[in-house]
């Protein structure tokens, strides 16, 4: 080959090959763009079956399991905020992810996120995300942090507060749980109205805390379930009182003369119930006692 | 004991980093650069996690392809460059060269594993994780890796010396991906209460390379302790196992007509 045929090849390619990619790279995006609105229509994931994944991993199923994790964030992420999307997918990916790690906390803990928010934010599937954060409690018994997420499921999504409180005291048992998995166990039950669950967590707490601050809170709470009880019972005999005489009673002094009680009832500090011009219970104003279980839940600092 | 295989396996090792397999490393210190700066921005929660993974995974495989395409080509090379006749007309034995070559590539993998391993602790340095006492899982499962690329090279040379090197490669990866999935042919016999077929399995099951059991990926990711029982009877497996293929290896290689 002569010099002037090796410097013309030469100059070919320098002026060719960057032209040729730049040609590449646009087409490249026209075909990206037809891929990608056929992949937002179509939502499919090749392989559905966890088990069958697993298999075809050959021992990388770790690594696989954050890349289906990464996967699942960035489906939620693209599709986050389009009301007419209902991510048939972020389950499955879930799945997939947490089958290949079952370890893989962080998946279970943002995946019920994502499943359980409404629709537009999230896929608006409280049922899934309550599948999902069973999985990882049967693969991880030990996390309490689990509990805590299933717990809010059923309290907050689900409003099943039995339930929930139920989670809570489970979770609370574990090792290295924060005394608020207690504290959200009585306190659900209260919201709840199982005020007899609610009472017999905090008393155990009360009675085998040794921390001045922690029995503080317990006997307050305790104090507050009584008002709360009162109150209900109270209630009862008000509808009475009405039904009878017409007319709310002004107070419970009133209800005594009238017979329909024994004595004044006076809550655990010895003030009396007031009535209210709506015809229910209430604290006495000048009472300590704090009642409403609608109040945040003060958590006491622990000495150590 | 002669220095002979000793002699075989430096100079295999030599030949190795001349031939620039080494490389490899700057693939994988781009690997863990991006992985260490990316992955927080693609994913939730999961840096450290993806570094141990991406970076244990990433020894593995990178350990797998050296120890197929470079064992296969271990003994073949020596026969179609004519050199292995200069070197058996020397006072050396044809297993004493197994060995050596066997042990060459071994040092060729723990030198670029070694690298690796420090590529990887630096990458999880960046992403601001101080060193804890979990950590010893890691390299805990660095070491399965190493033991099951010693295994892996075994059967590739076993395999050289008697094939040409593309069905080296396809019989070393055949049995390699075969032996990942050991325990389901257990199970898949079990499945079929037949006492025959089951009687196949258990043999099939307990006669493959079992590469089921160096898998601690998932633990070191998790800073999980890994049982000592499970790092020695695995050890012992792999040596085992070994110097099984290595003897009859040796066996096929001495019988061998190289006219």
Same mark, same amino acid.
């Given at each position: 080959m002569s010099g002037t045929s090796r410097a013309w090849t030469l100059r070919v390619a320098l002026v060719g090959v960057?032209?040729?990619?730049?040609?590449?790279?646009?087409?490249?995006?026209r075909l990206d763009s037809q891929a990608l609105s056929e992949a937002m229509q179509n939502e499919d994931l090749v392989l559905r079956s966890p088990s069958l994944v697993k298999k075809l991993s050959l021992g990388y199923?770790?690594? %696989?399991? *954050?890349?289906?994790?990464?996967?699942? !964030?960035?489906?939620? =992420?693209?599709?986050?905020?389009? $009301?007419?999307?209902?991510?048939?997918?972020?389950?499955?990916?879930?799945?997939?992810?947490?089958?290949?790690?079952?370890?893989?906390?962080?998946?279970?803990?943002?995946?019920?996120?994502?499943?359980?928010?409404?629709?537009?934010?999230?896929?608006?599937?409280?049922?899934?995300?309550?599948?999902?954060?069973?999985?990882?409690?049967?693969?991880?018994?030990?996390?309490?942090?689990?509990?805590?997420?299933?717990?809010?499921?059923?309290?907050?999504? %689900?409003? *099943?507060?039995?339930?929930?409180?139920? !989670?809570?005291?489970? =979770?609370?048992?574990?090792?290295? $749980?924060?005394?608020?998995?207690?504290?959200?166990?009585?306190?659900?039950?209260?919201?709840?109205?199982?005020?007899?669950?609610?009472?017999?967590?905090?008393l155990q707490l009360y009675e085998s805390s040794r921390d001045k601050n922690v029995r503080k809170m317990a006997m307050r709470e305790l104090r507050a379930l009584k008002a709360q009880e009162d109150e209900m019972h109270l209630d009862e005999i008000i509808q009475d009182y009405t039904r009878r005489f017409g007319h709310y009673p002004v107070s419970t002094k009133e209800m005594v003369q009238a017979g329909m009680l024994p004595f004044e009832p006076v809550d655990s500090i010895g003030f009396p119930y007031v009535i209210g011009p709506d015809g229910k219970s209430h604290l006495n104003p000048d009472s300590p006692v704090e009642p409403d279980a609608e109040k945040p839940l003060q958590i006491p600092q622990i000495n150590p | 004991m002669?220095?002979?295989?000793?002699?075989?396996?430096?100079?295999?090792?030599?030949?190795?980093?001349?031939?620039?397999?080494?490389?490899?490393?700057?693939?994988?210190?781009?690997?863990?650069?991006?992985?260490?700066?990316?992955?927080?921005?693609?994913?939730?929660?999961?840096?450290?996690?993806?570094?141990?993974?991406?970076?244990?995974?990433?020894?593995?495989?990178?350990?797998?392809?050296?120890?197929?395409?470079?064992?296969?080509?271990?003994?073949?090379?020596?026969?179609?460059?004519?050199?292995?006749?200069?070197?058996?007309?020397?006072?050396?034995?044809?297993?004493?060269?197994?060995?050596?070559?066997?042990?060459?590539?071994?040092?060729?993998?723990?030198?670029?594993?070694?690298?690796?391993?420090?590529?990887?602790?630096?990458?999880?340095?960046?992403?601001?994780?101080?060193?804890?006492?979990?950590?010893?899982?890691?390299?805990?499962?660095?070491?399965?890796?190493?033991?099951?690329?010693?295994?892996?090279?075994?059967?590739?040379?076993?395999f050289s010396c008697f094939s040409s090197p593309m069905l080296s490669t396809l019989f070393t990866l055949g049995i390699y991906i075969t032996g990942t999935f050991a325990n389901d042919i257990r199970s898949f016999g079990d499945f079929t209460k037949n006492r025959a077929i089951q009687a196949m399995t258990r043999v099939i099951y307990y006669m493959l390379p079992n590469f089921h059991n160096f898998n601690a990926i998932a633990m070191a990711g998790h800073g999980e302790a890994v049982p000592f029982a499970l790092v020695l009877q695995n050890t012992l497996y792999t040596g085992l196992y070994a110097a099984l293929l290595l003897v009859a290896a040796s066996a096929i290689f001495s019988h061998r007509n190289l006219k």
């Open positions: 960057p032209l040729m990619f730049i040609a590449l790279a646009a087409l490249q995006r199923d770790a690594l %696989l399991a *954050d890349i289906y994790w990464t996967r699942a !964030v960035q489906y939620y =992420g693209q599709r986050i905020g389009d $009301a007419h999307t209902k991510f048939d997918s972020l389950g499955p990916l879930l799945d997939i992810a947490t089958t290949l790690d079952p370890k893989l906390i962080v998946a279970y803990r943002f995946g019920a996120i994502f499943l359980s928010e409404p629709r537009a934010v999230g896929a608006g599937r409280a049922d899934l995300a309550v599948n999902l954060v069973q999985k990882g409690i049967e693969a991880n018994p030990d996390q309490w942090i689990l509990n805590y997420d299933l717990g809010f499921l059923y309290y907050w999504r %689900l409003k *099943d507060y039995p339930k929930a409180a139920q !989670v809570y005291a489970e =979770g609370g048992k574990k090792p290295h $749980a924060p005394l608020v998995m207690t504290l959200m166990a009585a306190r659900v039950a209260q919201k709840g109205n199982d005020l007899e669950t609610s009472r017999m967590i905090f | 002669s220095a002979m295989p000793g002699i075989v396996a430096i100079n295999t090792f030599r030949e190795a980093v001349r031939d620039r397999v080494l490389y490899n490393l700057i693939f994988f210190a781009l690997l863990m650069i991006g992985a260490a700066v990316f992955v927080g921005q693609i994913s939730i929660g999961i840096e450290r996690l993806v570094i141990v993974n991406l970076g244990v995974s990433a020894i593995s495989l990178i350990g797998l392809v050296m120890a197929i395409f470079i064992g296969v080509g271990l003994v073949y090379k020596e026969i179609e460059k004519r050199t292995l006749y200069s070197l058996l007309a020397k006072p050396i034995r044809r297993w004493q060269f197994l060995v050596g070559k066997y042990a060459g590539l071994l040092l060729t993998l723990l030198v670029n594993t070694a690298l690796m391993t420090v590529g990887l602790a630096g990458a999880l340095y960046y992403v601001g994780r101080p060193f804890v006492r979990a950590d010893v899982s890691i390299l805990i499962a660095i070491y399965f890796i190493l033991l099951e690329l010693a295994l892996v090279t075994a059967l590739a040379l076993f």
